[in-house]
Nanobody
Framework: QVQLVESGGGLVQPGGSLRLSCAAARSIFSHYTMAWYRQAPGKQRELVARITTGGNTDYADSVKGRCTISRDNAKNTVYLQMNSLKPDDTAVYYC?????WGQGTQVTVSS
């Protein structure tokens, strides 16, 4: 049973934008804080942003001012809008809720 499905990754030039989406099973979405993590090659997985069921948000210092996390309760979907992308943002991005992880979506920032 697939519970979190990410989409929206791809190749973008430095300074560009991407919007990641994560469609969640309703049983998860309505009860848990939703989060985006990322893992670059050779590095540990790190938190990028999270949003509570009440809409409170939290961001890693490295993305503050450049990324916005949001949730659409009608669609059971969480989004990560990423602007002013840098090569250091290159990673596999994972959607998370409690103990559940998505399959990941690759984001590559390169000219």
């Amino acid at each position: 049973q697939v519970q979190l499905v990410e989409s929206g990754g791809g190749l973008v030039q430095p300074g560009g934008s991407l919007r990641l989406s994560c469609a969640a099973a309703r049983s998860i979405f309505s009860h848990y804080t939703m989060a985006w993590y990322r893992q670059a090659p050779g590095k540990q997985r790190e938190l990028v942003a999270r949003i509570t069921t009440g809409g409170n948000t939290d961001y890693a210092d490295s993305v503050k001012g450049r990324c916005t996390i949001s949730r659409d309760n009608a669609k059971n979907t969480v989004y990560l809008q990423m602007n002013s992308l840098k090569p250091d943002d290159t990673a596999v991005y994972y959607c998370n809720a409690a103990y559940v992880w998505g399959q990941g979506t690759q984001v590559t920032v390169s000219s």
